[in-house]
């Protein structure tokens, strides 16, 4: 049973949801629901609309908090502001661009942020849509466009909607995760949307490293994709050592800063400078 105070604030953030996109009905079908659900909603009536599960499904859609705890305070750190930047300026110029560094920096938290705060912006995690279909799908989905029907007709529809609305961008996240024919996909919905939608693609120096190989055993697409993101793997992490740990430990104390914890020192000793063992630090620290 989900309580009613986690119900008003799910139905609180599909109210600020609704601005990214063009119709109840297109964010309906984003969220999982019919659109009459999703009207019921929006008139406070939440008594027997939805199950427990479709609500907590929502609710980790639109990242609502679960419990009481204070929210997570977002630290414009080095990354952040790099990945914000970069989305903003393929966004408005319908740009394509790959961005390749290290993990555990704070990438996918910058772009999960964009995203929840611009129109027409959709975050991708391939690791969870390796295949074409999936892949295919899900953008559609994202943006509320029909994604269960025959896959030529989703594709085309999703082609029509991508050079029909104003500047889309869709972030890939995990790319390397793709499978060859999700690889090849890309390129042809990249081919299908040319000037009229942005792309980026990050991830770990693993996707560099399957990028370079491929394009150097000369495999179909590879060469192909590389240039359509703009032949340039964007890195935000400095080079040596020293240059890299200052930069590290930089990032985990403005981001523990901003979540309440004054013992610097403390904080790397524990976590050498992983944001994910930052969170898990700080979230110890509010428990005390």
């Known amino acids: 049973m989900t309580p009613e105070n986690i119900k008003t604030k799910i139905v609180a953030a599909i109210g600020l949801q609704r601005t990214k996109f063009v119709s109840d009905a297109s964010q309906a079908v984003a969220l999982g629901i019919n659109a009459a659900q999703l009207n019921r909603l929006k008139k406070g009536d939440t008594q027997n609309v939805l199950s427990h599960g479709k609500w907590i499904s929502i609710a980790r859609k639109l990242d609502v908090q679960l419990t009481d705890a204070p929210a997570w305070v977002t630290a414009k750190t080095n990354v952040y502001h790099f990945v914000y930047t970069q989305l903003e300026t393929c966004q408005n110029n319908s740009l394509s661009g790959i961005l390749c560094d290290m993990a555990d920096i704070g990438k996918t938290y910058a772009a999960r942020q964009y995203v929840k705060e611009h129109q027409n912006a959709i975050y991708v995690d391939c690791a969870q849509v390796k295949s074409r279909q999936k892949l295919i799908r899900h953008v559609a989905r994202e943006f509320g466009v029909n994604h269960t029907c025959r896959y030529t007709d989703v594709y085309d529809d999703l082609v029509y909607y991508l050079r029909s609305v104003e500047k889309p961008i869709i972030v890939l996240d995990e790319a390397g995760d793709l499978d060859y024919s999700a690889f090849l996909e890309l390129k042809a919905l990249w081919n299908a949307t040319e000037r009229f939608c942005a792309w980026y693609m990050m991830g770990a120096e693993g996707l560099e490293a399957k990028i370079t190989r491929n394009k150097d055993l000369k495999k179909v697409g590879y060469t192909e994709i590389f240039s359509r993101f703009g032949n340039k793997y964007q890195q935000v ?16 104390a403005l981001v523990a800063k901003a979540n309440g914890a004054t013992d610097m020192q403390k904080i790397y000793a524990r976590t050498e400078g992983s944001l994910r063992r930052v969170f898990t630090e700080v979230q110890k620290l509010k428990l005390v």
């Open 237 to 252: 992490v400095p080079h040596g050592k020293e240059a890299r740990e200052d930069f590290i430990k930089h990032q985990a």
